[in-house]
């Protein structure tokens, strides 16, 4: 994810995940990784794999929360007027 957020600047995040280790690739620089690298640089990340991939899940969820917020009020807004019309 690029920040933003706008709906063209979602990119996919490929993950290789073994018991070991992580390994991401993408075409595109990810934000997501970015924040767990700097995470883990200050000792603040996460201690194990599925940890990471947690982390990485979260930090994806907490930058796509408004964007699907402001989808949602849209939608209201629009049911809202079908409604209104409507009756």
């Given at each position: 994810f690029i920040p933003g957020p706008e709906p063209g600047d979602l990119a996919s995040l490929r993950l290789w995940v073994t018991p070991q280790g992580i390994i991401s690739a993408g075409r595109r620089k990810s934000h997501a990784a970015s924040v767990l690298k700097k995470q883990l640089n200050a000792g603040n990340g996460p201690v194990s794999?599925?940890?990471m991939v947690t982390r990485i899940l979260d930090?994806?969820?907490d930058a796509l929360e408004p964007l699907l917020q402001e989808?949602?009020?849209?939608l209201e807004s629009i049911e809202d007027a079908i409604g209104t019309?409507?009756?």
């Open positions: 794999v599925a940890g930090i994806l969820n989808v949602d009020d849209s019309d409507a009756g």
